[in-house]
């Protein structure tokens, strides 16, 4: 079974500035997906990112962007330029290219953003 | 198109009471999917269905849980009785079949059980 793991519960950044948030995964498969998902004090889920475990190019989506490592296992997400709306808990997850689609989530990751 | 949409929003109840949640996917979407989040486990897989059909329930967590889809456009999770420990906030997503498509997340309906 696949496990998700983001070892990070909590993290702050100020605002303007740039912030990561680790994600690795552990899987056998070689063809899947990885997302990361936003959820603000709203509760809706949100996605921000997407990419494919076939593309070697790191996917990209304005101020947010992917460090994907295929062989470590790891695909991090990098926030440029933080903005007071990006405090929320941000969700890795993964998904199977096989039959089947449904999602594993990593545990969660709190931003604080700081004014 | 609205989006996926739940009902109700919000329930409170007491042990022992039945609850059932609504869930209207997007329309096309032939994958729908119900998930649970808690602080303590996070967000948990419940069940999943591809074109109505249940594909996999091993995320139910005891016979007390139950879900059906009718039809593409209507799906319930139905807890028969309720405990405190079910209180959580249950997501309802849906998606087109296919691999790398995304899941569209519903508001979630936040149930406690008293």
Known sequence: AQTVTQSQPEMSVQEAETVTLSCTYDTSESDYYLFWYKQPPSRQMILVIRQEAYKQQNATENRFSVNFQKAAKSFSLKISDSQLGDAAMYFCAYRTSRAGNMLTFGGGTRLMVKP | ?114
């Open chain 2, 1 to 114: 198109d609205a989006g996926v949409i739940q009902s109700p929003r919000h329930e409170v109840t007491e042990m022992g009471q039945e609850v059932t949640l609504r869930c209207k996917p997007i329309s096309g979407h032939n994958s729908l999917f119900w998930y649970r989040q808690t602080m303590m486990r996070g967000l948990e897989l419940l069940i999943y269905f591809n074109n109505n059909v249940p594909i996999d329930d091993s995320g139910m967590p005891e016979d007390r849980f139950s879900a059906k889809m009718p039809n593409a456009s209507f799906s319930t999770l139905k807890i028969q009785p309720s405990e405190p420990r079910d209180s959580a906030v249950y997501f309802c997503a849906s998606s087109l079949k296919r691999g790398g498509n995304e899941q569209f997340f519903g508001p979630g309906t936040r149930l406690t059980v008293l």
